[in-house]
């Protein structure tokens, strides 16, 4: 009886401490991917004209970075960077599809430039992609098509080319689309009248405005 109840206390110690060890590890490697992707994020701003990204060092945990908005249901998972008319130049880093539980990334009203990474395809939780206003060049990644949440893809206002991608038809949950103001080329593809509940946006929309 006593080696029962010895072998059982060891089981239950066993157990309570892989119960521990294995979240913690999972959070804090997730922690660490998040926070070096927005690391790499500013590494590709060249200037930060209005000093938006001062917070964005090591006294502050990154959770409290300015524009930087944090899960309630996933510790520290950045599902939200907000970066409206922040005064930023540079390029968009590949590294943001290391984000993958953002859901918002809305950099409107800033001077983006090169091209639009195509690793925002992995980011499968996107739901509003808003880059108007900057000077974003190249085609529009065909890969977008992958963000099967997206609901709102706005790429107003910039320098992009090329055709429209056939592929977009398939964002079955896609309700607004802009992409004026830029040199595309070609016709609006016929598969994106299959999306019965899409709008074509035609206008620049003002800072400050709520994406849902």
């Known amino acids: 009886m006593k080696a029962f109840a010895s072998s059982f206390l060891l089981y239950t110690v066993v ?3 892989i119960h521990l060890w294995r979240p913690v590890g999972a959070t804090s490697m997730q922690n660490e991917t998040d926070r070096l992707a927005l690391i790499a994020f500013k590494d590709e701003i060249t200037h930060d004209l209005l000093g938006m ?19 309630r ?8 960077l907000n970066l409206v008319s922040y005064g930023l130049v540079g ?3 590949p590294h943001i599809g290391n984000l993958t539980f953002l859901r918002r990334i809305v950099l409107q009203n800033n001077n983006f430039h090169r091209k639009v990474p195509s690793e925002i395809g992995v980011l499968f939780h996107l739901r509003v992609l808003v880059l108007s206003n900057n000077s974003f060049e190249g085609k529009i990644p065909t890969n977008l098509t992958y963000c099967s949440e ?3 893809n706005n790429l107003i206002d910039n320098k992009l080319e090329g055709k429209i991608p056939e592929e977009l038809g398939s964002l ?16 609006i593809p016929a598969s994106l009248g299959n999306l019965s509940s899409l709008s074509i946006v035609s206008r620049r929309e003002q800072p400050g405005r709520k994406h849902s």
């Open 15 to 17: 157990l309570l401490c």
């Open 53 to 71: 990204l001062s917070s964005w060092n090591d006294s502050l945990h990154f959770c409290r970075w300015s524009g930087v908005h944090i899960s």
């Open 73 to 80: 249901r996933h510790v520290h998972r950045v599902t939200t």
């Open 91 to 93: 390029s968009l880093s």
């Open 150 to 152: 997206l609901r709102k």
């Open 172 to 187: 079955s949950k896609l309700k607004a689309l802009g992409l004026t103001e830029n040199n595309l080329t070609g016709k």
